[in-house]
T-cell receptor, first 111, second 112 residues
């Protein structure tokens, strides 16, 4: 099983749609979780952290299900500018260990 | 300058060449990383430096040699590379233990 697994997409959605991305991780002892965004030919940037209680930042909602080792990202009212690759990122071993990145899910929002 | 700066942005090198990638961070972070990003693959961790000490070497071939002279600078020395080493090489920095990494723009390397 891959350490961090995501549906690669692409997801092609119209403006205004709601889209959800899922991610699973292999290590049940994983400590912290994040979603990063990577635009075409650019570097990844932190979008949001994922907390056990779930968290929301404007149109973006992140959820964590530790029992199922599953993380999700929901984007409401999609904008053209949301088109990017969304990377699921996990700190597998806690503490100071480096982050492990998923392959990413590509989103294209179409006018 | 702010953030994480990588040079050069693009590099084409022959298999017998020696070159170096440079990374500089102005964020006061104490950990720096080299990642490799190839097409259709996730980011692969290569090296981690924490407080200028290498703490992780992720089974990277010896033709890649990192150097961290101080907490703000990180180099990746390259020699006798193979065509399959062509990729985007990303440098990142963070406060140790924090999940917010700041990435540089990357060096797009082509080995011919």
């Amino acid at each position: 099983r891959k350490e961090v697994e995501q549906d690669p997409g692409p997801f092609n959605v119209p403006e205004g749609a709601t889209v959800a991305f899922n991610c699973t991780y292999s290590n049940s002892a994983s400590q912290s979780f994040f979603w990063y965004r990577q635009d075409c030919r650019k570097e990844p940037k932190l979008l949001m952290s994922v907390y056990s209680s779930g968290n929301e930042d404007g149109r973006f909602t992140a959820q964590l299900n530790r029992a199922s080792q599953y993380i999700s990202l929901l984007i409401r009212d999609s904008k053209l500018s949301d088109s990017a690759t969304y990377l699921c990122v996990v700190n597998m071993r806690g503490g100071n260990t480096p982050l492990v990145f998923g392959k990413g899910t590509r989103l294209s929002v179409i006018a | 300058e702010t953030g994480v700066t990588q040079t050069p942005r693009h590099l084409v090198m022959g298999m017998t060449n020696k070159k170096s990638l440079k990374c500089e961070q102005h964020l006061g972070h104490n950990a720096m990383y080299w990642y490799k990003q190839s097409a259709k693959k996730p980011l692969e961790l290569m090296f981690v430096y924490s407080l200028e000490e290498r703490v992780e070497n992720n089974s990277v071939p010896s033709r890649f040699s990192p150097e961290c002279p101080n907490s703000s600078h990180l180099f990746l020395h390259l020699h006798t590379l193979q065509p399959e080493d062509s990729a985007l090489y990303l440098c990142a920095s963070s406060q140790e233990g924090q999940g917010e990494y700041t990435f540089g723009s990357g060096t797009r390397l082509t080995v011919v």
